[in-house]
């Protein structure tokens, strides 16, 4: 079973910055790809960024160019940061993991941009 701990959101002002992160901690750490998921309020759950175990990387449209998606797979952590952060960026982030034994969810955090 592997567990997801999210940090790092919080409020910020529009074009401001934030980098979230996301420990995986414990058994059967065989961790393939990694990424981030947002959930707006009243919208569906939508594909931010995943990185591989290579490290390749995937955005959609609407962040490229200001959020970048890393890992460290010695401490089995991804980051996102996120610069020149919008209003619509405002969202529940969830990380994502996939693994040969199965598929999980952190628990979220809320990132708010508003002035």
């Known amino acids: 079973q592997v567990q997801l701990v999210e940090s790092g959101g919080g409020l910020v002002q529009p074009g401001g910055s934030l980098r979230l992160s996301c420990a995986a901690s414990?058994?059967?750490?065989?961790?393939?790809?990694m990424g981030w998921y947002r959930q707006a309020p009243g919208k569906g759950r939508e594909l931010v960024a995943t990185i591989t175990s290579g490290g390749s990387t995937n955005y959609v449209d609407s962040v490229k160019g200001r959020f970048t998606i890393s890992r460290d797979n010695t401490k089995n952590t991804v980051y996102l940061q996120m610069n020149s952060l919008k209003p619509e960026d405002t969202a529940v982030y969830y990380c994502h993991a996939r693994s040969y034994y199965g598929v999980y969810w952190g628990q979220g955090t809320q990132v708010t941009v508003s002035s």
């Open positions: 414990g058994s059967r750490l065989n961790i393939d790809d």
